[in-house]
């Protein structure tokens, strides 16, 4: 008995042109390129141009996975961006991108789990396509965190980038086995009483104004490695798989700490890690995205690999995806 399956078919990313390093951020706040490079890896970030709002790195980003793909934006019929910095409160970041790309049928919606956006994206566009809701998807994690950060603040202004990163994915009819292409399981957790360690400090219900960043590291380092390998550990008993049998990990680039932390946790040999954060800081939802399209272009990536997704974000929210590519 065949089953249906989220195939990725294409992947794309765009980075601002402007590069921030960490020599740079000296001379905006009190810190130093061996501060930075030992507590978190990070080297340098990209940082949005006035004119780069959320949905135009979005749009960018999709173009990319589009081309990868062979495929047009009338082939299209959801379009999903995981943002925590949409372009307005409303509408949908994802509406604009689909104006953008000129796709007028379908639907569109963008999807708030911060860092976990898009593993969240992932699972529920799996979903919609098993019900027969789409056919072909764009799944997209954008950013500009440039924009809600606290630039006197020195523990956080040095940790995010801006930045998206785009998949294509369409339904594909498998043998429904765990050799099948595309996604096998995905396995997503929140916990809200959490929201103190990092959030941001402003909303339209509440202050409206859209705040800053804020976090408290220490706490968030100490839950991640927890937490992350909860939910990889249920993707691994879904399949039967391990941390030998994969072929590649692609965490979510916040911290190098905490994913060579998870890594070794797990078993997960280094060279089996895929790691941007040095280049591109944490960029949120796009993290997961700009490492997977790294992957594909330097050749690492090849169909037939099993690839471990993972993500931890602000609320707690956290989740896995395992999918043969």
């Not at 931890?312 to 999918?323: E, N, Y």
Request: charged share 20%.
């Amino acid at each position: 008995m065949t089953v249906i399956r989220t195939v990725i078919r294409g992947v794309g990313a765009y980075l601002p042109a402007e590069i921030l390093t960490n020599d740079d951020l000296t001379r905006i706040v009190e810190t130093s390129d061996d501060w930075i490079v030992e507590r978190t890896g990070i080297r340098e970030r990209r940082r949005a141009a006035p004119d780069e709002t959320t949905s135009v790195l979005a749009t960018r980003a999709a173009e990319a996975a589009l081309a990868q793909a062979g495929l047009a934006p009338a082939d299209i019929d959801l379009v999903v961006v995981a943002t925590a910095t949409p372009d307005y409160t409303f509408p949908a970041t994802a509406t604009q991108v689909q104006a953008a790309l000129g796709i007028t049928r379908g639907f569109a919606y963008d999807i708030q789990a911060v860092c976990s956006g898009f593993v969240y994206a992932l699972a529920t566009v799996d979903a919609q396509i098993k019900a027969g809701l789409a056919t072909r998807a764009l799944v997209i994690g954008a950013e500009t965190f440039s924009r809600i950060l606290d630039w006197t603040d020195r523990t956080t202004c040095v940790l995010f980038g801006d930045g998206a990163g785009a998949v294509v994915v369409e339904a594909s009819e498998q043998p429904g086995t765990m050799a099948d292409r595309g996604l096998l399981t995905a396995h997503l957790r929140a916990d809200g009483r959490h929201r103190e360690k990092l959030y941001v400090d402003g909303g339209p219900s509440t202050t409206q104004t859209a705040g800053h960043l804020r976090m408290e590291g220490r706490e968030v380092f100490k839950h991640a490695v927890g937490m992350i390998t909860d939910v990889i550990r249920d993707s691994f008993a879904a399949t039967g798989d391990s941390a030998e049998t994969i072929d590649w990990f692609v965490p979510h680039q916040a911290n190098r700490r905490i994913i060579d932390a998870s890594a070794k946790k797990l078993g997960i040999a280094a060279e089996k890690v895929v790691v941007t954060v040095d280049r591109h800081g944490n960029t949120s939802a796009a993290s997961i995205p700009l490492a997977l399209d790294q992957a594909v272009r330097d050749g690492r990536l090849k169909p037939g690999h099993l690839v471990l997704l993972e993500a931890m974000g602000g609320g707690f929210t956290w989740g896995a995806c395992l999918i043969r590519w």
